[in-house]
């Protein structure tokens, strides 16, 4: 895999995942990731990943129908049926 110069890849590790979709502009995605920490009950200062994002071909730039997937790592204390993406 080839990586741009002003990036850099991560692995990230296996395990359960929640997943949350996130519709709307971009600038809103802030509300959708606190009520997901809300939901999950999630402190995103302990974790060393606090979530990652995936955009895919539902992503359209700041449009109203615009969809992002957002995965946040479940802990153990969490139920892992949570994951609807």
């Known amino acids: ?15 359960n995942y929640a997943c949350f979709e996130h519709t ?16 999950l009950k999630f402190h995103p200062e302990k974790q060393g990943i606090i979530h990652f994002e995936k955009y895919d071909k539902r992503f359209h730039w700041n449009r109203l ?5 957002i995965w946040m790592f479940l802990q153990e204390e969490t139920s892992p049926d ?3 993406c």
């Open 65 to 69: 129908d615009s969809v992002i997937e």
């Open 24 to 39: 709307g502009r971009l600038d809103e995605i802030r509300t959708t990731l606190e009520k997901s920490y809300n939901t």
């Open 82 to 84: 949570l994951s609807h």
């Open 1 to 15: 895999m080839v990586v741009p110069e002003n990036m850099e890849s991560i692995i990230i590790p296996s395990g």
